[in-house]
């Protein structure tokens, strides 16, 4: 057997025939022949990738079933997804993740997890002989980037015919009838002319035939018999309508089937109706449970019974009518028999049995959708929910449920797929009045809220949260949960539309209608704590921002707090980030390093929050003049943001300015230059104009000019820079002084140096008064004057200077810090922007 081996279905004891196409299949798979792939704007060459291709009931699967068992000797690693979903693909590929020593997704959630494993199979690592089986494949674009690269082989089944020309195609056909009639004798005693009716009867469809066999295997039934209520059924079925899909065949020899199996044991039947509301993809047992809010009393009486669910299941799978698999204890129907199932009941039926599929859903679900050990869990409902209609449902309960999915995607990393799902609710839920229905639609807008800051789109949210927090004022007041939630929400909001000032009175009102609410230690007061924390940090608050972000992580980290990871990592990060801007460069170093090892272990390496903290690290040793292992880290973060998020994304344009500040730190100026001017670019759209990281990318941009050589460009853009931070957030704060010393650099490097010894005098007394005279922006502020002032004559005032500057910069740092080696030397300190949290 593979090493690896996942999600293949037991091997099929009758199969029977097929050799051809088996050999054909490995023959070409052998070639290695070179398939093209549909990708978004281009098209990209894959490894080698085929399709079997032919109608429903065909054999498909099953033949790719026997081809992975027949050649799994030649394999490392087997591994089948059921593709019907692509948001079950994503998750089928992150459950690889684990076996290829990679992050699982409950760490690195399921995009990052499913992104690491097809980079590990392209690069044929650990394992190079390699074969994934995309089984119900749809349509090509939905597997866009899913389908890897390398050195391993991929097989697709499928019945849509657009695959042709894409990859190596195989069709399958019905039996031939030599392979009919050989299946029907080895599933049961019967003789050949027999079997030969039965199969001209069946069309020669392997579904058929299998549910057939399966009949008269467990009844006894003669061919006879069989055929006449074949016959018999058929011309019912003809007289409906029927999907197109579903061959007559199919639709007689499964009513066949079901009907003995009802006389038999009603409850089976009930239970395969229920099943066929799901979706295609397996169910797993644990939700097959019996609920008081059950509307069918024969279905809540077979689940409230575990010997009678128990026989139920059993008689389904002797009489092929599911798949039943001990392994992950699951059930599944074929898609023909769900949707033939749905097609025959009345209207009636219909809607109370999809009634109690959104019920059972709703009761096997964990109850907190933010403990990241419960996600596995809800990462095998989702694939069923859009199936199921779940958004539709009117009861109360299961909206909670869907709430509760918007937010596991929101806080797995999955935000498209929240904000998709949430909008769907928001756009079907009525607003009828009446209280349990405000308090669901007002949780939706408070999801939707944070999904769309999370995306950058901070004008929408700052209008959605604004709207909803006044309507739960209205109904609730102003010490409701839900209003309190929006109220931190509109800080938020606030802080990305760059009304830092207005954020941080938001979100100490917030803070303190939260301790009257809930205490001081609750933590959903703790959140507001450290919200309130990144607003000081904004607004240059340093040490209040440090004492709030302790308290918060403090107080998180005690079991007894409920905090969710996400929550923990949250504000140890913001504690790490906090110290860095007190300028105690290494404590943070150390503090962010343990915060990303947490972040690894308990999301994963390509959660947003680990990246974020990431981030923050690179920026920490870049501080702390460990410029190789910054640039080495902004490296990752950035390739990460960029694949799982796009370039717009706010947390892609922070981690390529990180990035390119790193890239300036170890000599790469124009890689540094053209990363700065993208990302400018960038800003302006996302931010607006007047944003302060707008304008203070803007002064990255300068800087890089001048290391260029270009310094009137230079001091151009740093003057232009510097009025409108004076503009946006005042002339001391801590951007607007960076700036400031940077343009006396400028000056200075023009000869202007008189001018230069004045901004600089008048910016040191200023970074003092913000910082302290012990912070490294104070003491590279002096350093640059030094400088200056030795150029302009006044060696006495450079020296009271030096003496006051260099040893307690020295201590502050160490004597070989990059920073203290190039003011030692006599050349002018550059003083960068990182844009930090919103």
């Not at 697709?156 to 009639?181: A, I, M, P, Q």
């Not at 019920?359 to 996600?375: K, M, Y």
């Not at 890089?704 to 001091?715: E, I, Q, S, W």
Request: with cysteine.
């Amino acid at each position: 057997m593979p090493e690896v081996w996942g999600g293949v279905p037991t091997r099929n004891k009758n199969f029977t025939g097929r050799s051809e196409l088996l050999q054909l299949l490995r023959a070409r798979i052998g070639d290695s022949a070179t398939a093209v792939l549909p990708s978004v704007g281009s098209r990209r060459t894959a490894g080698p990738s085929h399709a079997l291709q032919g109608l429903g009931g065909v054999g498909k699967t099953q033949l790719a079933v026997e081809y992975v068992y027949r050649y799994s000797a030649t394999y490392q690693l087997i591994w089948w997804i059921q593709a019907d979903q692509p948001a079950l693909v994503r998750s089928s590929l992150a459950k690889l993740a684990p076996r290829l020593g990679l992050p699982s997704s409950e760490r690195s959630g399921t995009d990052g997890a499913a992104q690491a494993v097809l980079r590990a199979l392209a690069r044929g690592e650990p394992y190079d002989r390699w074969l994934l089986v995309f089984d119900n494949a749809v349509e090509p674009a939905d597997l866009k980037d899913l389908i890897p690269t390398g050195p391993g082989h991929v097989l697709v089944t499928t019945r849509n015919y657009n695959w042709n020309g894409l990859v190596e195609t195989l069709e399958v056909d019905v039996f031939r009838r030599e392979e009919s009639v050989e299946f029907l004798r080895r599933r049961s005693a019967v003789a050949e002319s027999e079997a030969d009716r039965l199969a001209e009867a069946l069309g020669d469809l392997p579904l058929a035939l299998e549910q057939a066999a399966a009949l008269k295997a467990e009844t006894g039934m003669s061919v006879d018999e069989y055929l006449g209520l074949l016959n018999e059924r058929t011309r019912e079925l003809l007289e409906q309508s029927r999907p197109a899909d579903y061959p007559t065949f199919v639709s007689a020899a499964w009513t066949v089937s079901a009907e003995t199996v009802e006389a038999k044991l009603p409850e089976a039947i009930e239970l395969l109706r229920c099943l066929a509301f799901f979706g295609p993809d397996p169910v797993p047992r644990e939700i097959l449970r019996a609920s008081g809010e059950l509307r069918r009393p024969l279905l809540k009486a077979t689940l409230a019974d575990p010997i009678m669910l128990t026989r139920a299941v059993g008689e389904l799978g002797r009489f092929a009518l599911a798949k039943v698999s001990t392994g992950d204890r699951s059930i599944e129907v074929h898609r023909l028999i769900q949707a033939l199932l749905r097609d025959q009941l009345p209207a009636k039926d219909r809607e109370s049995l999809r009634n109690d599929v959104h019920v059972l859903l709703a009761h096997g679900a964990p109850a907190n959708p933010d403990d990241g050990s419960q996600w596995p869990r809800y990462a095998e409902l989702v694939p069923h929910l859009g199936p199921v209609g779940i958004v539709r449902s009117v009861d109360m309960r299961v909206r909670d449920f869907v709430l509760n999915v918007v937010r596991y995607l929101y806080q797995s990393g999955d935000r498209q797929a929240a904000r998709s799902m949430v909008e769907d609710v928001l756009r079907r839920w009525d607003d009828t009045p009446g209280e349990d229905n405000d308090r669901l639609l007002l949780t939706a807008a408070a999801h939707r809220g944070d999904i769309l800051r999370d995306l950058g789109d901070y004008a929408a949210a700052l209008e959605t949260d604004q709207e909803a927090f006044h309507n739960a004022q209205r109904v609730f007041g102003q010490y409701h949960e839900i209003t309190l939630r929006l109220a931190r929400g509109m800080g938020g909001d606030l802080r990305g539309t760059g009304s830092f000032a207005e954020a941080a009175a938001q979100d100490d009102s917030a803070r303190e209608r939260h301790v009257q609410a809930f205490g001081a230690d609750d933590r959903r007061t703790l959140r507001s704590v450290n919200n309130l924390a990144l607003d000081y940090g904004l607004v240059g608050r340093y040490k209040e921002a440090r004492e709030l972000h302790l308290l918060a992580y403090t107080s998180q980290r005690d079991p007894e707090s409920g905090a969710s990871e996400v929550e923990i990592l949250s504000s140890w990060n913001g504690l790490a980030r906090v110290i860095r801007q007190n300028g105690d460069y290494a404590i943070a170093r150390d503090l962010g390093r343990d915060a990303l090892g947490y972040g690894h272990k308990e999301l994963g390496a390509e959660h947003p929050w680990t990246l974020r903290t990431g981030r923050d690290l690179s920026i920490a040793l870049r501080r702390a003049g460990e410029f190789e292992e910054a640039h080495e880290l902004a490296e990752r973060v950035y390739a990460a943001c960029r694949r799982l998020f796009g370039p717009d994304n706010p947390d892609t344009l922070a981690a390529a300015t990180c990035l390119a500040n790193a890239e300036r730190s170890v000599g790469n100026t124009d890689k540094a230059f053209d990363l700065a001017e993208d990302a400018l670019r960038r800003y302006a759209p996302v931010y607006g104009q007047e944003h302060p990281f707008t304008i203070a990318c803007l002064g990255n941009v300068a800087l890089l000019h001048r290391v260029k050589g270009a310094v009137r460009t230079a001091r151009e853009l740093d003057q232009e820079c510097l009025a409108g931070l004076r503009d946006t957030v005042g002339p001391d704060h801590h951007y607007s002084l960076n700036v400031a010393i940077n343009l006396a650099s400028d000056l200075a490097a023009l000869g202007d140096i008189a001018a230069a010894v004045s901004l600089g005098t008048e910016t040191l007394e200023r970074v003092r008064a913000v910082l302290g005279e012990g912070h490294p922006v104070a003491m590279g502020c002096a350093a640059n004057l030094i400088n200056d002032l030795t150029a302009a004559g006044d060696r006495e005032a450079a020296a009271v200077l030096s003496a006051e500057t260099f040893p307690l910069y020295e201590r502050l740092l160490f004597p070989n810090h990059p920073d203290v080696r190039t003011a030692r030397e006599g050349r002018h300190l550059d003083f960068d922007f990182d844009p930090p949290l919103i």
